[in-house]
């Protein structure tokens, strides 16, 4: 689609921020759902989440992604869109756990395409942290994010760094590669 963008990255690159950083300027933004399910399943005391039942909360993940998406595509037809990461996200979990995902899924995911081009954030030391919900340490977030390159890579998308920097130059960035 091209209205529908992805900002993509291993954990604790600044993804969030620049979504809201562009939120605040009037793009609509669908938020990462791996958080919303932690926070979920943590309220509900559930076992999918990715420090107990990895296959479960990746399942979750793409049914969610695959709502998001859908949502997304239905609800507007010319409207720039960003999402904090994207189906691709999920199946890149899935190969970092060893998940098979059914032939079904694949199918399902792979007729959701985005713009071909694909924004990455890379690894930021000086930023990086945990909390409740996020738990890899530095380097499971380097990992992720060079899985997440490969990953959206091998299904065609161009992947395009954003530099690290303040929120405005990342911020602009973005939008000067969408225009």
Request: aromatic letters at 12%; glycine letters at 6%; one cysteine or more.
């Amino acid at each position: 689609m091209k209205n529908l963008f992805v900002i993509t990255g291993g954990p604790g690159a600044g993804k969030t921020t620049l979504l809201n950083a562009l939120s605040a300027n009037g793009y609509k933004t669908i938020p990462e759902a791996a958080r919303t399910i932690i926070r979920e399943e943590t309220a509900l005391n559930g076992d999918a989440l990715p420090w107990k039942n990895k296959q479960l909360y990746t399942d979750k993940m793409i049914a969610a992604s695959l709502l998001d998406y859908n949502r997304a595509k239905a609800s507007q037809s010319y409207e720039v869109c960003f999402f904090d990461r994207g189906i691709l996200a999920a199946v890149c979990y899935a190969d970092m756990i060893g998940y098979v995902l059914s032939t079904e899924t694949i199918e399902k995911v792979l007729n959701c395409s985005y713009y071909p081009k694909v924004f990455i954030l890379p690894p930021w030391k000086e930023i990086y942290q945990t909390d409740n919900e996020r738990k890899q340490d530095w380097q499971e977030a380097v990992h992720t994010y060079f899985q997440m390159k490969s990953t959206y890579e091998k299904h065609g998308y161009e992947v395009i760094n954003v530099p690290i920097g303040n929120i405005n130059e990342r911020k602009e960035f973005v939008l000067t590669q969408i225009r």
